[in-house]
């Protein structure tokens, strides 16, 4: 018979043969799993590479106008700012009434010394006490039942808007794990609105801060062109410096709150602002000529009985003038003739047709009525209207 030892030795020499044959296999199993492995790492390292490539390159050139021109052609912007503002939510700012005492409409200054900020916030401002510029006190304008989804007092029939403080510098000491100081910050370094009784006591200061998604919760915008003679009309001194980063690195330098329903000089072109809105600029107030980029975004209605809304949106602001709302007809009479949604219609061609000149359709009416109306625009360049979608998504 065969030796124990023998045996065994058999046993490990057939072993060793069968990890001979299976090393080809092996190997060629693991050059797959590994190739596909480092083929798919390495298109991701590629798309991660390319994506902060195009991210570097657009922090850097976004301000640029014929950047922005360029990646607008190709549908290439992004969903920021100053494509968008907003969704915004409302943040009540405590403790702040005690602080504001009762300067009156008129006042247009809010001085808040640096001890009694500490006193009744607990934020210390070590520059000293803290100069706030206000708007003028309006009516509000709109409902008691919008005024409940944005968290703002039933009480409140007037408000105003407060600038971020007009200190060179705004060296605050607060504890960064309090929402109640985070929302005194954020009063004091981006701004916020007051809210106000008949009698002019102050019933709430509510701060911004930024919403992922729009709801009936938050304050939603429409962006709108700004026009040059605009900024030449209002005072200089009603222009503030943006203060928040990201609107800065977009080459934002300056911008103001407009009034609802606010009149600017008297033109006959006039920001759409039923409830106001924000105005920016993105260069020195006196320079009227560098204003591509300019533009507004007015605080967009919502109704909380959407359907009776949009049956009469279309016309909310032309009622009162049958001339607007002869033209906006007119206008959508040639969109009708679109084969698809979308389509515009060079302005020229407007002030060229027979019915449009005899309902006065000037090229500025015909500028006017379009950007009044709920379901067309005017684009950029003011050379043509179009389309931009059904009234169910305003």
């Given at each position: ?58 922090r850097r050139c976004k301000r640029y106008v014929p950047f922005r021109k360029f990646f607008g052609f190709f549908g290439l912007l992004p969903d920021e700012f100053p494509e968008k ?117 102050l019933l709430a200061v509510k701060t911004l801060t930024l919403a992922k998604d729009a709801t009936t919760e938050t304050v939603n915008f429409k962006k709108q062109m700004w026009r ?78 959407p359907t009776q809304y949009r049956k009469h949106m279309q016309h909310r602001r032309t009622d009162g003038d049958p001339r607007m709302h002869a033209i906006q007809r007119r206008i ?63």
């Amino acid at each position: 018979g065969i030796s124990d030892s023998a045996r065994h030795h058999r046993i490990l020499t057939h072993s060793a043969d069968m990890v001979t044959m299976s090393l080809p296999v092996m190997h060629v199993v693991i050059s797959i799993v590994f190739g596909m492995i480092g083929s798919w790492l390495k298109d991701k390292l590629e798309g991660v590479v390319t994506e902060m490539s195009w991210k570097f390159i657009w922090r850097r050139c976004k301000r640029y106008v014929p950047f922005r021109k360029f990646f607008g052609f190709f549908g290439l912007l992004p969903d920021e700012f100053p494509e968008k503002l907003g969704p915004i939510k409302l943040s009540g700012v405590p403790n702040m009434i005690g602080l504001y005492g009762n300067p009156g409409a008129d006042s247009s200054e809010w001085i808040i010394p640096s001890y009694q900020l500490l006193n009744e916030t607990g934020v210390s401002a070590l520059s000293g006490d803290i100069l706030l510029d206000m708007t003028e006190v309006v009516e509000m304008s709109i409902g008691q039942n919008r005024r409940k989804q944005l968290g703002i007092p039933e009480e409140a029939t007037q408000y105003r808007w407060c600038y971020p403080s007009t200190n060179p510098s705004l060296d605050l000491d607060l504890n960064a794990h309090s929402d109640d100081h985070l929302a005194v910050e954020s009063l004091l370094t981006i701004g916020g609105w007051m809210y106000l009784d008949r009698d002019q006591k102050l019933l709430a200061v509510k701060t911004l801060t930024l919403a992922k998604d729009a709801t009936t919760e938050t304050v939603n915008f429409k962006k709108q062109m700004w026009r040059s003679e605009w900024t030449q009309t209002l005072d200089r001194c009603r222009f503030h410096p943006v203060t928040l980063s990201h609107m800065v690195e977009a080459g934002a330098k300056y911008f103001v709150w407009l009034s609802p329903r606010e009149h600017i000089g008297t033109g006959d072109q006039q920001p759409d602002i039923p409830h106001g809105g924000f105005a920016y600029i993105f260069h020195e107030p006196e320079d009227f000529n560098n204003s591509a980029l300019d533009c507004y975004f007015a605080v967009a209605p919502l109704s909380s009985f959407p359907t009776q809304y949009r049956k009469h949106m279309q016309h909310r602001r032309t009622d009162g003038d049958p001339r607007m709302h002869a033209i906006q007809r007119r206008i959508r009479h040639h969109l009708a003739l679109g084969l698809r949604r979308g389509d515009g219609i060079e302005i020229q061609s407007l002030t060229n047709d027979t019915s449009m000149q005899q309902i006065g359709g000037t090229r500025a009416h015909i500028i006017q009525a379009a950007a009044q109306a709920a379901d067309m625009e005017v684009d950029p360049t003011e050379q043509y209207v179009r389309r931009f979608g059904d009234l169910d998504s305003v």
